[in-house]
Antibody
Framework: EVQLVESGGGLVQPGGSLRLSCAAS????????MSWVRQAPGKGLEWVSYINNGGTATYYADSVKGRFTISRDNAENSLYLQMNSLRAEDTALYFCARPIHCGTGASCYDDCWGQGTLVTVSS | EIVLTQSPGTLSLSPGERATLSCRASQSVFNNYLAWYQQKPGQGPRLLIY???SRATGIPDRFSGSGSGTDFILTISRLEPEDFAVYHCQQYGTSPRTFGQGTKLEIK
């Protein structure tokens, strides 16, 4: 069974940092690109970042560019999101997702999602 | 970026009824690269439809997608109790991919 399990969320002060993890199982992780998507409370979904299967190409939403870094460890079947300089507007449920087809660049749809990990940025 | 507007915001129907959900794009969606997802409380989204009208693996045939260009529809032909959830549309034809704000389908 394909499974994605996020962890690492929590309460952090504005300006702080947090590292999210996503553990993948049930498929050949190293063959797939991966994405992070977030959902602010009561809001719609927002794509955050994408990484190709080898980790050599990364893309970011303008709202997080320069502050967030996506990475992966194919030997550990894990995906990461390092979040620095956090702001109140970064408060959201963060999902990792498996893109299955991309129209252009990192613009894809996903066939598998985790249940999310909650990040709250507040003083 | 392409803005997707979903309507209605909330749809109240009874089991057995037909549901019609709309997703309108601010500009034409390249190649009709439009997906629909279902999301239940405490869960991640579940892929229903891709390419505007192709059902994902394991999705019942009561779910169908249609439309092209800027106007897309998700139809649930006969609602089952497990279909009451939030539905999101998403375009992946242009970077960055964008999502609608969601339609909540609730039991009347």
């Amino acid at each position: 069974e394909v499974q994605l399990v996020e962890s690492g969320g929590g309460l952090v002060q504005p300006g702080g940092s947090l590292r999210l993890s996503c553990a993948a199982s049930g498929f050949s992780f190293s063959l797939y690109s991966m994405s992070w998507v977030r959902q602010a409370p009561g809001k719609g979904l927002e794509w955050v970042s994408y990484i190709n299967n080898g980790g050599t190409a990364t893309y970011y939403a303008d709202s997080v560019k320069g502050r967030f870094t996506i990475s992966r460890d194919n030997a550990e079947n894990s995906l990461y999101l390092q979040m620095n300089s956090l702001r109140a507007e970064d408060t959201a449920l963060y999902f990792c997702a498996r893109p299955i087809h991309c129209g252009t660049g990192a613009s894809c749809y996903d066939d598998c999602w985790g249940q999310g990990t909650l990040v709250t940025v507040s003083s | 970026e392409i803005v997707l507007t979903q309507s209605p915001g909330t749809l109240s129907l009874s089991p057995g009824e037909r549901a019609t959900l709309s997703c309108r794009a601010s500009q034409s969606v390249f190649n009709n690269y439009l997906a629909w997802y279902q999301q239940k409380p405490g869960q991640g989204p579940r892929l229903l439809i891709y390419g505007a009208s192709s059902r994902a693996t394991g999705i019942p045939d009561r779910f169908s997608g249609s439309g092209s260009g800027t106007d897309f529809i998700l139809t649930i032909s006969r609602l089952e109790p497990e279909d009451f959830a939030v539905y999101h549309c998403q375009q992946y034809g242009t970077s960055p991919r964008t999502f609608g704000q969601g339609t909540k389908l609730e039991i009347k």
